[in-house]
């Protein structure tokens, strides 16, 4: 032991990067990993941090998004008054992901990533007749492979450039019996697909501030869609910034609290099997939309014992301010509880 702090006084001293730190503390390299909880981000962001030269990481991250009621703008819109527009109107949506993800660092400036999302989503329906109904569909969404480059690691601030691609694994032929369709299995809207069928881009960029007990951080990124998928569409591209503070309550549990904001464009070209006069949701030009959340997270890094170096984390975010081009289902709740392994 005594051995192995002066190897680490040693490191410190001579300020090696990434070097391999003492008695099996699987750090982070920069300020975005180590042995402290608050060494870890908010589990709600994502392709924050790189890790030192031949780790590994394994995550796993559970979403869950609730949505009830429809909007326009900024303003509520009854069922009642979507049903004045359309035959049938959606009441309510509930996502749930699961997130499976792996991450290898090749060098102490690049680390590689690799997710793939499973979907479950469920959404509710009431008809102009009186009758009410709900569609499920999930599976396998879009499998993304990432960079994370370091472009710059100093003592307090890390800038990271993140670049990736995500490709169309997940279907876009998700159907279900629709009662109003006499129980016939019928391809569901846009919202309930689990793919977007393009490749898409992601960049982004994320800062991380190391100041003690507290770290702050931000990060922007898009999703930029090429092309059309095979159903003669592309999804709208999607922009997201987010900022967030965390404070070290004492070295294995960390809180903070973070905003972010989303921003995501209408669908361009539709898909033929859909008829967007029927219901909101199946029609293109009416899914863009803005939102801001105010999220609270909690992580907590077990310190000894058999699961030690174990990170389980969980963030609740409620929507502050949304804006969307509806009659379009608006946010209530996402939740992201998560497990994260480094070694
Ligand atoms: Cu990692």
């Known amino acids: ?77 009854s069922t009642a008054d979507v049903l004045t527009e359309f035959p049938v109107s959606p009441t309510a949506m509930d996502m749930e992901m699961h997130m499976f993800g792996l991450m290898w660092a090749p060098t102490d400036r690049l680390t590689l990533m690799a997710m793939v999302p499973y979907l479950r989503l469920d959404m509710d329906h009431r008809t102009g007749m009186g009758g009410s109904f709900t569609t499920r569909s999930d599976g396998f969404g879009d499998l993304s492979l990432s960079g994370i480059y370091e472009l710059y690691g100093g003592e307090q601030h890390q800038l990271l450039l993140n670049l990736g691609m995500s490709g169309p694994t997940g279907t876009l032929r998700a159907a279900d019996n629709l009662p109003p369709t006499m129980g016939e299995r019928v391809k569901l809207p846009y919202p309930m697909q689990i793919g977007s069928g393009t490749p898409d881009l992601l960049p982004g960029l994320t800062w991380n501030g190391d100041f003690g007990r507290v770290r702050l951080g931000t990060q922007v990124r898009g999703v930029y869609r090429i092309g059309r998928n095979r159903e003669g569409y592309r999804l709208g591209h999607r922009f997201a910034a987010t900022g967030w503070a965390a404070v070290e309550l004492c070295r294995s549990v960390s809180a903070s609290l973070r905003f972010s904001f989303d921003k995501w464009k209408d669908i361009v070209g539709d898909d033929d099997d859909l008829n967007g006069d029927t219901v909101p949701t199946a029609d293109p030009s009416l899914r863009a939309g803005r939102r801001v959340d105010a999220a609270l997270g909690l992580n907590y890094l077990v310190g000894s014992g058999p699961l030690k170096g174990h990170r389980f984390a969980i963030e609740v975010a409620r929507p502050i301010h949304q804006i969307l081009d509806g009659p379009q289902l608006e946010t209530d709740w996402l939740t992201t509880a998560g497990w994260q392994l480094a070694f």
Not at 1 to 13: C, D, E, K, P, Q
Not at 31 to 42: K, M
């Open 1 to 77: 032991m005594a051995n192995g702090i002066r190897a680490l006084a040693l490191t410190v001293a001579l300020g090696l990067p990434g070097a391999v730190l003492a008695d099996g503390d699987t750090g982070h390299t920069g300020h975005a990993g180590g042995s402290r909880a608050i060494d870890h981000v908010p589990i709600g962001v994502v392709g924050e941090h790189n890790h030192g030269a031949g780790e590994f990481m394994l995550s796993y991250r559970f979403m869950f998004m609730s949505m009830k009621g429809n909007r326009d703008g900024t303003e509520r819109v």
